[in-house]
C-alpha cells in the first residue's frame, strides 16, 4: 500500500468522502463541499491520489446538451484499502449518511 | 460585482491556471475549468477558481521550474568500449525571460485572487490582467531589439531621467509628492515602470551618458519625492557599483545614496491607498488565502534573481541588481505607504517589472524537448475554445 507519510486531517475527510461513495464517480465541487475542504486544498490532493494509484479519474459527458464534460473520481482497490485503514485508525464516522447520491 | 462578471471572472481564473500547469497537469486544469462551469452560482464558481488558482499554482510553478532546471541535463550514449554512461551537462542554456514571464504571469494572478477576495473593483482586476499582456507584448519587442540599438542606451537613459524629472516638476501631485502622469484616463507611476531598467541597463554597460542619465534620475526621486524608489534606485546601484566598480557607478550610486537622504529628510503624508498600499503589512490580517497570495506573489517576483544568480554565474551583476531593486521594492511597500508591486492594484509596476527583463542576457540555443499533452475526451468541446477577453 501506498502510505508514505502521515495524513492530513483534510485527506482523510476527501478518503471517508470517496469511501462512502461506495465504487460511484464524484465530481469534484461535491466533494469538497462534502469533506469540508477548499478547492485549493482539494484538488492537490487529488493529483497526488491519483499519481499514487490511490484514485481513478474519468470524463463523463455531460447529460444536458450544451454543458462541458465533467472529471469524476473514485477510489482503487488500493485507495478503498487505505481509506478503510486510515477510517479505523482515526475511530472517524464515515461520510454515508451526509452524502447525496452522485451521477 | 456583477453575477455576470463574476463569471467570466471565474472562466478567466480557469484558464490562467490552466495555462500555467505543466503539460501533465493541464487535464487537471481542464477539469477544474469544467467543474467550475458546471457550478450554478456565480459567486461559489468564482471562490472555486480562485481557490483552485490558488492551491495549484505554487506546485504548477514549482514543477515547471524544476522541469526547466533539469532541462540542461540528459544522458549522453554509451560509449564505445563499455564506458560508464554518466551524465553531461550540455552548454547552459537557461530562458530566465520565459521564466521571469511566468513569474510575473504568476504574481498578477496571485494578485487577481488577492484584489477579488479583498473586494476590490472589479476594473482593478482587468487593469492588472491588461497591463500583463501589455507589457508581455512591449518585452516581446524589447526582447527583439538588434544589439546596434542596444549601443544606445546611454542615450535612452537620458530621456528616461528626463521623462522622471518631468514628472516631478509638471507631474500630478498628492500631499507635496509629484510622482504621476495621467494618461489615457490613468494615473502612472513612471518611476515604478523605468527605474527598475534603468538600473539594469546600467549595470550591463555603465558609461558617461548612463551615469548622467542615473544622476538625473536620483535627483528626480529627491524632487518628486519618492523613498520607495530612491532607495531602490541606491540599492540597485551600489549593486551595480560592486560589480563594476569605476568612477562612473560611483558617481551614481553617491548620488542615489545622496537622493535617498533627501527624501527621508521630507515628511511623506501620503495616506495608504486601498488595494495599492499596505497590502504585504495586513497580509497576516486577512483571511488565510488572500494574505497567502500576496506574501507568495511578492516571493515570486524574487524567484529570477535567484534562479538566475545560481544557474547564470556570467551575469550574476545583472541578477543582483534586479533582486536588489523589486526587493527593496518589495520591502518598501510592506513598511511605509507604498505601492505594492504587480500584486498590489495598479500597472506601473507590472510594466516596470516586465520591462526589466529585457535586460536579462539572452538565451543560448536549446536543444531541450516540450512536453506534448495528452488528448482527452474534452478536449474538443466548444468550452475549449479560446476565452475572448471582456472583463468589464
Known amino acids: 500500500m501506498v502510505r508514505s507519510r502521515a495524513l492530513s486531517p483534510h485527506a482523510r475527510m476527501v478518503l471517508a468522502v470517496l469511501l462512502a461513495a461506495r465504487g460511484t464517480w464524484s465530481h469534484g465541487y461535491e466533494l469538497a463541499r462534502l469533506a469540508g475542504v477548499k478547492s485549493g486544498t482539494l484538488y492537490p490532493l487529488l493529483i497526488r491520489l491519483e499519481a499514487q494509484g490511490l484514485l481513478e479519474a474519468e470524463w463523463q459527458q455531460p447529460t444536458e446538451r450544451g454543458r462541458p464534460p465533467r472529471h469524476a473520481y473514485r477510489l482503487t482497490a488500493q485507495g478503498i484499502e487505505l481509506a478503510r485503514t486510515t477510517a479505523a485508525e482515526a475511530g472517524e464516522p464515515r461520510a454515508a449518511s451526509a452524502r447525496q447520491a452522485t451521477t | 460585482m456583477t453575477a455576470g462578471s463574476q463569471r467570466r471572472l471565474a472562466e478567466l481564473t480557469c484558464r490562467i491556471l490552466e495555462t500555467v500547469l505543466p503539460a501533465s497537469q493541464q487535464a487537471w486544469g481542464r477539469a477544474i475549468r469544467h467543474e467550475t462551469a458546471a457550478i450554478p452560482d456565480d459567486a461559489l464558481a468564482l471562490r472555486f477558481a480562485l481557490g483552485s488558482l490558488a492551491g495549484l499554482l505554487p ?5 515547471r521550474a524544476t522541469a526547466w532546471l533539469s532541462a540542461d541535463s540528459e544522458p549522453i550514449a554509451p560509449a564505445p568500449g563499455g564506458t560508464i554512461v554518466m551524465s553531461q551537462h550540455k552548454p547552459f542554456a537557461p530562458d530566465l525571460r520565459k521564466l521571469g514571464m511566468l513569474c510575473a504571469a504568476g504574481a498578477v494572478a496571485l494578485g487577481i485572487v488577492h484584489l477579488a477576495l479583498t473586494g476590490a473593483p472589479l476594473r482593478y482586476l482587468g487593469l492588472n490582467l491588461g497591463a500583463l499582456l501589455i507589457g508581455l507584448s512591449l518585452l516581446g519587442l524589447l526582447g527583439s531589439t538588434p544589439p546596434a540599438i542596444r549601443r544606445h542606451d546611454g542615450l535612452a537613459l537620458v530621456a528616461a531621467a528626463g521623462a ?24 502612472l507611476q513612471p518611476s515604478l515602470i523605468l527605474i527598475p531598467v534603468m538600473i539594469l541597463a546600467f549595470t550591463r554597460q555603465p558609461g558617461r551618458l548612463g551615469t548622467a542619465g542615473m544622476i538625473g534620475a536620483a535627483l ?12 531602490a534606485l541606491a540599492l540597485g546601484l551600489a549593486v551595480a557599483s560592486a560589480w ?3 568612477r562612473q557607478a560611483g558617481l551614481a550610486c553617491a548620488a542615489s545614496f545622496l537622493a535617498l537622504g533627501a527624501t527621508l529628510l ?22 488565510s ?3 497567502l497570495a500576496a506574501l507568495g506573489g511578492s516571493a515570486l517576483l524574487l524567484v529570477p534573481a535567484i534562479v538566475g544568480w545560481r544557474r547564470d554565474p556570467a551575469h550574476r551583476g545583472t541578477y543582483a541588481a534586479f533582486g536588489a531593486v523589486w526587493g527593496t521594492a518589495i520591502a518598501a511597500a510592506a513598511l511605509g505607504n507604498y505601492p505594492t508591486p504587480v500584486v498590489g492594484y495598479g500597472g506601473s509596476a507590472i510594466l516596470g517589472y516586465l520591462l526589466s527583463l529585457a535586460t536579462f542576457p539572452r538565451p543560448t540555443p536549446s536543444t531541450a524537448g516540450h512536453d506534448t499533452p495528452g488528448q482527452d475526451p474534452a478536449e474538443a468541446t466548444p468550452f475549449d475554445q479560446p476565452l475572448p477577453l471582456g472583463l468589464a
Open chain 2, 164 to 187: 522622471l524629472l518631468a514628472t516631478g516638476a509638471l507631474g500630478e501631485t498628492a500631499e507635496g509628492a509629484a510622482r504621476w502622469v495621467r494618461w489615457g484616463g490613468l494615473s
Open chain 2, 266 to 287: 521630507r515628511a511623506d503624508r501620503l495616506p495608504a491607498v486601498p488595494h495599492v498600499d499596505r497590502i504585504l503589512f495586513t497580509a497576516f490580517e486577512l483571511p
Open chain 2, 244 to 246: 563594476r566598480p569605476g
Open chain 2, 59 to 63: 506546485q504548477a510553478l514549482a514543477a
Open chain 2, 220 to 231: 528626480a526621486m529627491a524632487i518628486q519625492p519618492d523613498r520607495a524608489m530612491a532607495a
Open chain 2, 289 to 291: 488565502l488572500a494574505g
